[in-house]
Each structure stands twice: as C-alpha cells, then as structure tokens.
Nanobody, 127 residues
Framework: QVQLVESGGGVVQAGGSLRLSCTAS????????MGWFRQAPGQEREFVAA????????YYADSVKGRFTISRDNTKNTVYLQMNSLGPEDTAVYYC????????????????????WGQGTQVTVYS
C-alpha cells in the first residue's frame, strides 16, 4: 500500500495558475504510473492526467489538454500537476492516485486501475 499526500490547492482568479504536488511513500515509486483526478460537487470523479512510471509518456483528458501538465520527479517520489489558464469549470477537489499495475505501459488510466488515493486538495477558480 502506498501513502499519498497532496498539497498546492487554493483559490485563484480565472486565467491564473496553480501547481499541485503529491508525495508518495510505501513502495517503489518509479514502477507505477501516477494520475490526477478531480471531483466537482454533485459529479463523479473524473480523470485529469496520468504519467507512466518512467515519466516518458503522459495522458490528458480533452478538457485540460494544452492547459495542464503532469510531471514527476522519481528522486523525490513526487508527482506534479501544473494548471494554467484555469477557469471556473476547473473548480473541484483534486486527487492524486497511484496505479495498481507495476510497469504498466498502456494507455488505459481509468479510475478502477488506481488503488491508492490522496486525501484531496480543493481548487477553486472564480471569475
């Protein structure tokens, strides 16, 4: 089991930027893909972005492509989500998650494949 601790949420005006961080402990970080998901009030949790264990490949939801960037530093056991050009539609609780599958090299990052979750960090964007 891996433990995940997120930070970096907050309140920002539309058009602004935030950077989320998630630090992992409990297993070999670089073996596993990491993902970011978000959940707005009254809505289901949705995929935002994922990155393979090596950091070579990244995947994004269409709604954030071109605005958000996921990255990782395996020497620090940390994954990041840089969010630019934020809009009110990005308001949600953001969750970091760790994939269950070691060395996964595919492109299926649906929620069910993630077995460990952070506590969530609130991102609020006002216009």
């Amino acid at each position: 089991q891996v433990q995940l601790v997120e930070s970096g949420g907050g309140v920002v005006q539309a058009g602004g930027s935030l950077r989320l961080s998630c630090t992992a402990s409990g297993r070999t970080f670089s073996r596993y893909a990491m993902g970011w998901f978000r959940q707005a009030p009254g809505q289901e949790r949705e995929f935002v972005a994922a990155i393979r264990g090596s950091g070579v490949s990244t995947y994004y939801a269409d709604s954030v492509k071109g605005r958000f960037t996921i990255s990782r530093d395996n020497t620090k056991n940390t994954v990041y989500l840089q969010m630019n050009s934020l809009g009110p539609e990005d308001t949600a609780v953001y969750y970091c998650a760790a994939d269950r599958r070691p060395y996964y090299s595919g492109s299926d990052y649906s929620l069910t494949h993630f077995g460990s979750w952070g506590q969530g960090t609130q991102v609020t964007v006002y216009s």
